[in-house]
């Protein structure tokens, strides 16, 4: 069956680090998004693409970077973790590039000491 | 788990009962709404969605009803089971056709109560 993954599931990293969160779908969805959730807060959005060479900034895009060079994956970056990024990361994809229909990864919390 | 959502406001349904869950949209330009459920340690998972030209519609034990007047969404869940225990929250596009814009709701946690 297809699916979507996301490694780690739990990350703890330090003030100033560089961080890469893995997502991997084999939907061979065009469109894949990465958000970001927060107490308080509905799920935000951090960068989206609609196809390999494509990337674009979602609405809390600063300190955070992804690349797309293949279908299957759109890993996403923290250049420099911020406690600010403490948070759970949810990476989807989906058929539509307007996003109906997406299909969410189970998550990772990572945790900016 | 990677569910988040200690603080949500919480609805309590006994077992066999329907629940309605509500949600306030922002825009009124929105044309189309998700439902979504997490349950913990889980991803968003889709229920159900609506466009703007319509009040009302059922999937399999879930209605969702559309009220543009009031800028206003409900879930209701027929014969709410244990399963259904999880966090619902809406989502909003914000009518930027063929676009990625989209506001989500906080949600609200259901127990149900056996």
């Known amino acids: 069956d297809a699916e979507i993954t996301q490694s780690p599931r739990h990350k703890i990293t330090e003030t100033g680090r560089q961080v890469t969160l893995a997502c991997h779908q084999t939907w061979n969805h065009n469109n894949m998004f990465w958000y970001r959730q927060d107490l308080g807060h509905g799920l935000r959005l951090i960068h989206y693409s609609y196809g390999v060479q494509d990337t674009n900034k979602g609405e809390v895009s600063d300190g955070y970077s992804v690349s797309r060079s293949n279908t299957e994956d759109l890993p996403l970056t923290l250049e420099s973790a911020a406690s600010s990024q403490t948070s759970v990361y949810f990476c989807?994809?989906?058929?539509?590039?307007?996003?109906?229909?997406?299909?969410f990864g189970p998550g990772t919390r990572l945790t900016v000491t | 788990g990677e569910s988040v959502g200690l603080h949500l406001p919480t609805l309590s349904v006994q077992e066999g009962d329907n629940s309605i869950i509500n949600c306030a949209y922002s825009?009124?330009?929105?044309?189309?709404f998700i439902w979504y459920k997490q349950e913990s340690g889980k991803g968003p998972q889709f229920i159900i969605d609506i466009r703007s030209n319509m009040d009302k519609r059922q999937g399999q034990r879930v209605t969702v009803l559309l009220n543009k007047t009031v800028k206003h969404l409900s879930l209701q869940i027929a014969a709410t089971q244990p399963g259904d225990s999880a966090v619902y929250f809406c989502?909003?596009?914000?009518?930027?056709?063929?676009?990625?814009?989209?506001?989500f709701g906080t949600g609200t946690r259901l127990k149900v109560l056996a």
């Open positions: 825009n009124s330009a929105s044309d189309y």
């Open positions: 989807a994809s989906s058929e539509s590039p307007s996003g109906y229909e997406q299909y």
């Open positions: 989502a909003e596009n914000l009518g930027t056709s063929g676009t990625y814009k989209y506001i």
